[in-house]
């Protein structure tokens, strides 16, 4: 396995435009949130990434939504070196963010720091372990987006999420075909690995929930005193002789 920090910087993609299949990509990805927004609660939301600029989030009841990215939205910030105060989002949205970025690790450290407790945050990512996975294996490929980027598997995401405390409420497939192609071509197979491996999915999203850590308890220095007992043997005749009568 691949460490998840990587030494040369990658370039995001500014839109959906410069994705194979951007717009149907971005269709795709819409409609899984569109399941989602309503189910998003709090004051303050916060989308992440270039490609989070486009998507549609008016079915959200956070009405406060603010665009973050390195290269304009509404505000200019790293992805890992956010501007924003610790816990002060009730919910994160990152569209294929950790695929395009050097340390996606501390993406994440960074986006729990700014979430409040109980705050939901939901990734969208391309899974190697799928069809779009075959274009890593072609060198031609790797030199185009998304192969020219990095994909991690949905496990190894819900790994770093579980080690920050997190819990996964959702894992949803987004898209199946392997956008090496018309999403046209082989509808089958892709209806196919709908029903039958959802866990095989070209694109995924996770859904997880920031838990509230409890308190460790802290043992009291002082212990209650114990009865000195100078005579066990004469303690046991005592307890004996009560019991005779």
């Not at 989602?36 to 609660?41: A, G, K, M, N, S």
Request: hydrophobic share 40%.
């Amino acid at each position: 396995m691949r460490p998840a920090y990587s030494f040369d910087s990658i370039t995001p993609p500014e839109n959906w435009r410069q994705l194979p299949w951007g717009e149907w990509l971005q269709q795709q990805v819409a409609a899984g949130l569109d399941n989602w927004w309503p189910r998003l609660f709090g004051y303050h939301l916060v989308k992440l990434g270039p490609l989070a600029v486009d998507l549609n989030s008016r079915l959200c009841s956070i009405r406060h939504q603010v665009a973050i990215h390195d290269t304009g939205g509404d505000a200019w910030g790293e992805m890992d070196d956010l501007p924003l105060r610790c816990r002060s989002v009730d919910a994160c949205i990152m569209p294929m963010v950790l695929d395009f970025h050097q340390d996606p690790h501390g993406v994440i450290r960074e986006a729990d720091r700014v979430l409040l407790e109980g705050g939901h945050l939901v990734i969208i990512g391309f899974n190697p372990v799928s069809p779009a996975g075959l274009g890593m294996l072609s060198p031609g490929c790797r030199k185009r987006y998304p192969w020219k980027g990095r994909m991690f598997t949905p496990s190894r995401v819900r790994d770093w999420l579980g080690v920050l405390g997190y819990q996964v409420v959702a894992q949803e497939p987004l898209a199946f075909s392997s956008l090496l192609w018309s999403p046209d071509r082989f509808l089958w197979p892709q209806q196919w690995m709908a029903q039958q491996t959802p866990s095989l999915a070209s694109v995924y999203m996770l859904v997880a929930r920031k838990m509230a850590v409890p308190m460790t308890p802290v043992r009291p220095r002082w212990r209650p005193r114990k009865r000195l007992v100078t005579s066990p043997a004469a303690v046991g005749r005592t307890v004996v002789n009560r019991r005779q009568r």
